[in-house]
């Protein structure tokens, strides 16, 4: 029997992990020899003494063809650590799973991404840099990781549906069940348009100590990890944690700091996280992953329209910045740009006017206003 198919075996034995798993293989039972050890043996390796009977008593071939069975007729696959599709920036991490199990589009994991994080709980400007950041990253090039979890999450993973761009949502319970479960629908649309997968065979319930693993993959997949909006607290910030650990860029979108939403990205920027003022901080890092380097001139196309409109943003004041965006959705008569910024008409008139010197927006017949 193959060596990918004797892993799958162990890896969905409840209560086998990562560190098992490696115990296992080093004391070179990744191999036919496993049928025929005793709990004794597997007691020997270092397992536990629960472990060791349950392998004696279960562990077999037809033990393994049931499991795959059930994958099958779950419309499951999996790639392991021995495969040449297994993602190569995963694998370089500290722990990188035996298995992934997927549904979707395998060829996103060979795609240049970024993942993008935050709280559950996000405020609607938070929702709002989320939209249009991955909006922009998408039209880039890059794919979108993130955890399927309320919030920014699912913010980032329908912005980038909506853009026609790649996404990946990374789980922290088997492919049988999705959690939330609101999240249901926008996991089916990810696993048909995108990728969504997980290191735990299916029958896995959500557990509070399954999500920090998790988030060491979000950031192993990745060549960065932004945080749109998160608390001192948020589990957003494992993922920051994780993408350090593994060598990889940590960026931070600042908030008011009169919001406690905005305290965790900020303390991120304190430690020296790369501040993200526009999609156009990240993009300028990759430029060389992207399917157009955004440093050419005389380009056509969607790619072109992104890097004019980041160049843009890059000579915007924040209040500008934060002017234009909303113009983004538009166009607007001033009264309605009165309202969704809340400004005074003097104030709102000032801004933009410095837009259209800067040749960021135009004025239509009527004081209808639109980005460029």
């Given at each position: 029997m193959e060596e990918r198919e004797l892993l799958f075996g162990?890896?969905?034995?409840?209560?086998?992990?990562?560190?098992?798993?490696?115990?296992?293989r080093r004391a070179g039972l990744l191999s036919e020899k496993a049928f025929s050890c005793s709990s004794e043996d597997w007691e020997k390796v270092g397992l536990s003494e629960k472990v060791s009977i349950q392998l004696a008593s279960i562990y077999t071939l037809e033990w393994i063809a049931n499991r795959r069975l059930l994958m099958e007729e779950s419309a499951v696959n999996m790639v392991t650590i021995f495969d040449a599709d297994y993602p190569h920036l995963l694998k370089e991490t500290a722990q990188p799973p035996w298995i992934l199990y997927y549904r979707g589009r395998l060829d996103l994991l060979s795609t240049p991404s970024v993942a993008m994080v935050g709280t559950r709980v996000p405020t609607a400007y938070g929702r709002k840099v989320?939209?249009?950041?991955?909006?922009?990253?998408?039209?880039?090039g890059l794919t979108?990781?993130?955890?399927?979890?309320?919030?920014?999450?699912?913010?980032?993973?329908?912005?980038?549906?909506?853009?026609?761009?790649?996404?990946?949502?990374?789980?922290?319970?088997?492919?049988?069940?999705?959690?939330?479960?609101?999240n249901k629908e926008l996991e089916r649309l990810i696993s048909r348009d995108g990728l969504?997968?997980?290191?735990?065979?299916?029958?896995?319930?959500?557990?509070?100590?399954?999500?920090?693993?998790?988030?060491?993959?979000?950031?192993?997949?990745?060549?960065?990890?932004?945080?749109?909006?998160?608390?001192?607290?948020?589990?957003?910030?494992?993922t920051a944690d994780a993408a350090l650990e593994a060598g990889r860029d940590v960026f931070a979108v600042p908030g008011p700091i009169t919001s406690p939403k905005s305290r965790g990205a900020l303390d991120l920027i304190k430690q020296g996280a790369k501040l993200v003022t526009g999609a156009l901080d990240i993009l300028e890092e990759y430029t060389s992953f992207l399917p157009t380097n955004l440093s050419k001139t005389g380009?056509?196309?969607?790619?072109?329209?992104?890097?004019?409109?980041?160049?843009?943003?890059?000579?915007?004041?924040?209040?500008?910045?934060?002017?234009?965006?909303?113009?983004?959705?538009?166009?607007f008569i001033l009264d309605d740009l009165l309202v969704r910024t809340g400004w005074d008409f003097g104030h709102l008139h000032s801004v933009l006017l410095s837009l259209i010197i800067k040749k960021a927006v135009a004025q239509l017949p009527g004081a209808i206003y639109k980005v460029i």
């Open positions: 162990f890896n969905e034995v409840e209560g086998i992990g990562w560190k098992t798993i490696d115990k296992i989320g939209e249009i950041l991955t909006k922009e990253l998408s039209e880039a979108v990781v993130s955890g399927l979890a309320r919030g920014i999450d699912s913010v980032c993973h329908e912005a980038a549906l909506r853009s026609g761009g790649g996404t990946i949502a990374v789980v922290a319970t088997g492919l049988d069940r999705v959690y939330p479960p609101e969504v997968l997980t290191e735990y065979p299916l029958g896995t319930k959500s557990h509070p100590g399954l999500f920090p693993q998790r988030n060491r993959i979000i950031a192993g997949l990745t060549y960065g990890t932004v945080v749109v909006e998160a608390d001192s607290k948020s589990g957003s910030l494992i380009e056509s196309g969607p790619s072109k329209q992104v890097a004019d409109d980041l160049l843009i943003e890059k000579k915007l004041t924040n209040e500008e910045l934060h002017l234009y965006h909303i113009l983004h959705q538009g166009p």
